[in-house]
């Protein structure tokens, strides 16, 4: 199974990347492979642009890197309530090359914050929004308190239900 797994946030440091490789090398028998949203950086979509210029190469490329998944894992930061920037702008240029961006592809969709509320609002909008997107959601997991619940030298999820959330996700993903 080829997984691709990325933080819709274009931070270094995420801490949304390490959830969401931390989720996908749980994956057992899987090729993943790691997106940096950083790598797909280009001007914010408008529709004059789009007709001026056409679909910039960065948003083909991310598109096709959803072509050749099997299953998706992407954990959300948020951002005021709801998707970064950086995130919003790639899917909106992805989504003029086809509105079903993703496909029908499998997916754990996943989002944390350090603070309690573990940006419950921007994956509730992910969420509920997939199905007009093409995203089969298998599971959607909001790991509030980051640093309460990952242990940063081992790279694990220290808090034993969210570990029985995650392990239910992917027996969800790959069934």
Known sequence: MKVLAFAASSSRQSINKQLAIHVASKIDNAEVELLDLNDYEMPIYS????????????????????TEADAIVIS??????TYTAA?????D???????????????????????????????SA???????FALNVKASISVPSFYDNFDMQSEQITHSEIIDQINTAISGLVA
């Open 87 to 91: 995130y919003k702008n790639i899917f």
């Open 76 to 81: 959300f930061a948020e951002h005021n309530g």
């Open 93 to 123: 240029w992805a989504s003029r090359i086809d509105m079903k961006v993703y496909q029908d592809k499998a997916a754990i969709l996943l989002a944390t914050s350090p603070g309690p509320g573990g940006a419950k609002s921007v994956l």
């Open 126 to 132: 992910a969420t509920s929004s997939a199905p007009y």
């Open 47 to 66: 529709s004059d642009r789009e007709n001026e210029s056409g679909i910039p190469e960065q948003a083909q490329r991310f598109f096709a890197k959803i």
